[in-house]
């Protein structure tokens, strides 16, 4: 009766441990799967593949104190889904850990979120969320501006955009009220001289 009883309990040893090491099997290779995801798009979006384009979103770069640059970031967004909105969600995603430590940030705010994006044939309508307005001085407004701006004009160079807060079109943004035209046109900013062109590789 006891060789019995020993025999049951060392076989339910066996079988635990056995599912132990499977569940670490999966966990190590879901881990493994998505660190090829990051490393391979340079977000957080698709990794390469069939059902995949790349879009062009715009982050800040600073190598100095006051030395600040618009630099463009490759991403992966899925085929089937719109390319504004997409990209938009990619942007307000952020940089990845990778690119904070070369350097890269952005000026919109954490929790901005696109509400909705309306695209006719001439026209783009994009309403984001009541975060894209807090924080930050008037460098930083014309920053999360332009980083909006560069992203849609890569996207569609030839509609006229036009950007909405929780409904109500955006005339000011920030306390020392940076004007917005609608549609959006380029503005003067103090990075112009230091802007990049090049791609920024992930």
Known sequence: MVKIESKIIKTNINFI????VLLLILFLSGCSSLQ???DNSGGIGLPFGGNSKEVKVYFTKSKAPEELSLVPVLRKISKDD???GSALKELFFGPTKTEELRGIMTEIPIGTRLIKVEESG???LVDLSSQYLTGGGSAAMQ???LQIYKTLKKICPYK???LNVEGKSLKTIGG?????TQPLTKINDYTK????TEDVQP
């Open 143 to 145: 920053l999360r501006y």
């Open 82 to 84: 719109s390319v504004v």
């Open 160 to 162: 006229n955009i036009y």
């Open 122 to 124: 001439d026209e783009v």
């Open 36 to 38: 090829k995801s990051e």
């Open 176 to 180: 020392e009220g940076l004007e917005v």
């Open 17 to 20: 441990l056995l599912n132990i």
């Open 193 to 196: 001289k230091q802007e990049k």
